[in-house]
């Protein structure tokens, strides 16, 4: 008997321990970022401040800027499924539409005036 509940408690916690450790990794695995870097479409220049405007289904509408360097780097939660817009002053708006789990790199924008 005393043998009979010590197993059933160690069954419990082992179930309870594997159920978290799921839990865990669909939380991890459930973030999805985008990648990639902004420039001039003639001289290759990175656009430093361009407005990066996400349409998450979830989330709604997000906004980032590039860094110095042009580049940009969204993310979340969910598999990705967002159409991205780019902005800049003095050039046309770009969109693209990007779809995938994890990490998505080079999703770059060349920007013409």
């Known amino acids: 008997m005393f043998l009979t509940k010590v197993f059933a408690r160690l069954l419990f916690v082992g179930a309870a321990l594997a159920l978290y450790g799921s839990c865990q990794r669909e939380s991890v695995d459930s973030v999805s970022t985008v990648r990639g870097t902004v420039t001039d479409s003639l001289t290759g220049v990175p656009l430093a401040g361009a407005e990066i405007f996400l349409r998450d289904t979830l989330m709604g509408e997000l906004m980032y800027v590039t860094d ?20 800049a002053d003095g050039y046309r708006t770009k969109s693209r539409y990007v779809q995938g789990e994890g990490t998505i790199e080079n999703v770059d924008f060349e920007m013409a005036q």
Request: some cysteine.
């Open 68 to 87: 110095s360097t042009g580049d940009y780097d969204v993310g979340s939660f969910g598999v990705a499924q967002w159409t991205i817009y780019c902005r």
